[in-house]
């Protein structure tokens, strides 16, 4: 199993920035990719960036040019640099891991708790 450790996140200014970071953890589970997904109220939880074990990013449209995914793979550890922040951009941010099992190879994924982000304009 993986353990998915969240922070960062709180209340940010319109056209400011905040950060989120999310440690995995889980000596049975090979970790291919690490991401963020959001929700907002009322709305269906959506991908905001991604990136594979080998730093491959891929943005939302929405995100594109103002967040910035990195990764250290040797610490399993993802994070979302969040700058020109808008009103749009408040919503719970979850943390994903997707992977497969050491052992069998079966493919294994899990949602961190959320953070929450706000955005105050």
């Known amino acids: 199993q993986l353990q998915l450790v969240e922070s960062g996140g709180g209340l ?11 440690a995995a953890s889980g000596s049975t589970i090979i970790i291919n990719r690490l991401g963020w997904y959001r929700q907002a109220p009322g709305k269906q939880r959506e991908l905001v960036a ?6 491959v990013p891929n943005y939302a449209d929405s995100v594109k040019g103002r967040f910035t995914i990195s990764i250290n793979s040797a610490k399993n550890t993802v994070f979302l640099q969040m700058n020109s922040l808008k009103p749009e951009d408040a919503a719970v941010y979850y943390c ?9 190879g079966t493919y294994y994924a899990q949602w961190g708790q959320g953070t929450q982000v706000t955005v105050s304009s």
């Open 96 to 104: 994903h891991a997707e992977g497969s099992q050491y052992y069998s």
């Open 12 to 22: 940010g200014l319109a056209g400011g920035s905040l950060s989120l970071s999310c």
């Open 50 to 55: 991604t990136i594979t074990s080998r730093g």
